[in-house]
C-alpha cells in the first residue's frame, strides 16, 4: 500500500520520474530536454517536479547496479538499518526530496517506463486506490490505453508509485533497451500529457470518467522451461511472440523446445478454467526474474463515483504555477 498523507491541507506538487531502470533512456531523454527548455516541457499549470530515477545506472546504460530500483522501495528496505543497496539508498533520497513528507512535497508520481514486449503503450496500477484507479480511467477514456492491473503477487514488490499517495505507470513500447525512437518518445509525452490534464480537470471540478474501466487483471507469470542447471529448454513459441493482450487457452501454442516441437499451454493450478490474457510476452528484462510473460484476466469494471471523488481531492491540493 502506498503512503497516506494524514494531514489533509498539505501541498504538494506533481512528480514525473524518468529512468528508473538506466536502460530505459528514451523518458530520460524528453527529460533532459524539458529540464534544459522549460518551454519545451509539457503544458501545464501544475508545479511538477522532475527527476532522474537511478543516474547512475544511466550513465552506465544498464537496469541497474545492484538491484532493481522499481522493487527498492519496500517499507521493510526502506526502513532497514544494516548497508543496502545503491538503488534502496536512492529511493531514500527521492523521498527524502519529493516524497510526500519530503523537502519538496509531491502527492502524484508518474512513473516514465519503456518496454521491449510488444505490447503497444499501456498504463500499469499498482492495487486497487481509489486516486490510482480515477488516473488510469482518464487516460484509458482519452487515449485507449490498456491498463495492467498488478496486484497480489509476492515475487514483485516495491515499486515507486506505491510510496505517493497516487501514483501511475506510463509503459511505452516496443523498443529495444538502449535505443532512442521518435515514436517512443511521442507515445510517452503524450501519455503524460493526458496524465496531467487530467489531475487539472480533477482540480476544477470538471473530471468525467468513463462509465467502465477496462483492465487486465495480474494472476500470476510464467518462466521458460528449463534444464535441471538452469538454462532454458524451451523458447517461446513464433505464433505466441508479438500477441500480447490477446487470449491463450489451454491447448495453444506456447513454447518451442530444442528439437522444435510445440509445448502447448498448461493452465497453472486454479487458473484451469479461464482464458488468460498474457503481457510483457518475452520482456528483455525479466528472464532474470524467471518470467517469459505474465497471465492477466480481462475485466470490466463500472466507474465509481469514489474514484473522481479521491483524484479531486488530491488535485485540489497540488501547487499551481503563480499560485
Known amino acids: 500500500m502506498g503512503i497516506e498523507v494524514k494531514d489533509t491541507r498539505a501541498v504538494g506538487r506533481v512528480l514525473v520520474v524518468a ?4 536502460n530505459e533512456i528514451n523518458a530520460p531523454w524528453l527529460l533532459d530536454r524539458w ?8 503544458d501545464t499549470e501544475l508545479v511538477v517536479e522532475w527527476r532522474l530515477g537511478n543516474p547512475a545506472a544511466r550513465a552506465a546504460c544498464r537496469r541497474y547496479l545492484e538491484r532493481d530500483l522499481n522493487r527498492s522501495f519496500d517499507p521493510a528496505l526502506l526502513q532497514a538499518t544494516e548497508p ?24 502524484v508520481a508518474f512513473d516514465l517506463h519503456s518496454t521491449t514486449a510488444a505490447m503497444g503503450n499501456s498504463l500499469v496500477v499498482y492495487g486497487r486506490r481509489p486516486a ?18 498488478h496486484e497480489a503477487d509476492a515475487r514483485q514488490t516495491g515499486y515507486l508509485v506505491e510510496r ?5 505507470v506510463i509503459e511505452v513500447g516496443p523498443v529495444p533497451q538502449g535505443v532512442l525512437a521518435p515514436a517512443i518518445l511521442r507515445q510517452t509525452r503524450l501519455g503524460l ?21 477496462v483492465v487486465h487483471r495480474h494472476l500470476g507469470s510464467l518462466d521458460l522451461p ?18 500480447d493482450w490477446q487470449p ?3 491447448g495453444d501454442p506456447l513454447f518451442l523446445d530444442g528439437e522444435g516441437a510445440t509445448l502447448a499451454y498448461v493452465p497453472p493450478t486454479g487458473l484451469e478454467d479461464r482464458v488468460v490474457w498474457p503481457v510483457f510476452i518475452n520482456e528483455a528484462a525479466y528472464g532474470e526474474k524467471g518470467i517469459a510473460l505474465s497471465l492477466t484476466q480481462r475485466e470490466v469494471w463500472d466507474g465509481e463515483t469514489a474514484w473522481a471523488e479521491a483524484l479531486e481531492a488530491m488535485a485540489r491540493r497540488l501547487e499551481r504555477a503563480g499560485g
Not at 194 to 210: F, V
Open 164 to 168: 505517493w499517495p497516487c501514483g501511475l
Open 19 to 22: 529512468g528508473t531502470h538506466g
Open 193 to 213: 500529457e493526458s496524465g496531467l490534464a487530467a489531475l487539472e480537470r480533477a482540480a476544477l471540478g470538471t473530471l468525467r470518467l468513463p462509465p467502465q474501466l
Open 248 to 250: 491463450l487457452q489451454q
Open 84 to 107: 543496502v543497496a545503491l538503488e534502496v539508498e536512492r529511493a531514500r533520497q527521492l523521498l527524502a526530496d519529493c516524497g510526500p513528507t519530503g523537502t519538496t512535497p509531491c502527492l
Open 132 to 149: 490510482d484507479l480515477a488516473l488510469a480511467a482518464a487516460v484509458q477514456g482519452d487515449l485507449g490505453l490498456p491498463v495492467y492491473l
Open 226 to 243: 528449463r534444464h535441471a542447471d538452469g538454462s532454458p529448454a524451451a523458447v517461446l513459441h513464433p505464433e505466441r511472440l508479438g500477441r
Open 35 to 42: 529540464q534544459r527548455d522549460p518551454r519545451s516541457a509539457p
